[in-house]
Every structure is written in C-alpha cells, then in structure tokens.
C-alpha cells in the first residue's frame, strides 16, 4: 500500500506560480515513475508531467512552463508551474508507477494522491 499526500495548492492569479508537492509511503520510491495529473470541471483526467528515473515527459500543453522533479531522499515528487494560466485551472494528482514506466496512461498508475485545487484567476 503506497500513500501518496500532496500539497502547495491553492489560488493564483493568471502569470503567477506554484509549486506541488507529493509525499509518497513507499519504501522504493526510487523505483517508481511518477507522474502529475490534472481534472478540469467536465473535463477528462489528462496527464501533465511524469518522471522515471531516466526521463522526464510533459503535455505541450504545460512545456516550457511546468517542471517535474523529485527527491528521492524524501520519498517527494515536486511540481513547479510558472506562467500560469486560467486554463491550468484543475485538481491536480499525483500518482505512483510502480513499474517505473512514467507514461502518461493513467492506467498504469497503481496509487494516486486526494488530488489538490490549483485555480488561476486572470
């Protein structure tokens, strides 16, 4: 059983940052890919950022703005967002592979955080 508890949250206006983060339970977080997803209202669950232990991949959507990183001293898993936009507006997940693939299939994603609010007013 993997926990995974995010926080950094909250409201921004449009050009503004934020900074996630994800604590994960796991006793092989180095193992696992991780990956950040986003929900908007009526809107499908897409991924935004994942990060294996060799890669790192991001939705054009957020490229150039959004970085992923982790620290595996920490079992934590970080995502930074610059140059916000309203259409970032979602709950935000973070959620554990496993298998260390880090692709951007939620399917293959075995545990996922409570999910965290990012609004962002223009």
């Known amino acids: 059983q993997v926990q995974l508890v995010e926080s950094g949250g909250g409201s921004v206006q449009a050009g503004g940052s934020l900074r996630l983060s994800c604590v994960a339970s796991g006793r092989t977080f180095s193992n696992y890919a991780m990956g950040w997803f986003r929900q908007a209202p009526g809107k499908e669950r897409d991924a935004v950022a994942a990060i294996s232990w060799s890669n790192t991949y991001y939705a054009d959507s957020v490229k150039g703005r959004f970085t992923i990183s982790r620290d595996n001293a920490k079992n934590t898993v970080h995502l930074q967002m610059n140059s916000l936009k309203p259409e970032d507006t979602a709950i935000y997940y973070c959620?554990?592979?496993?298998?260390?693939?880090?692709?951007?299939?939620?399917?293959?994603?075995?545990?996922w955080g409570q999910g965290t609010q990012v609004t962002v007013s223009s």
């Open positions: 959620a554990a592979d496993l298998y260390g693939r880090g692709t951007f299939n939620s399917k293959q994603y075995d545990y």
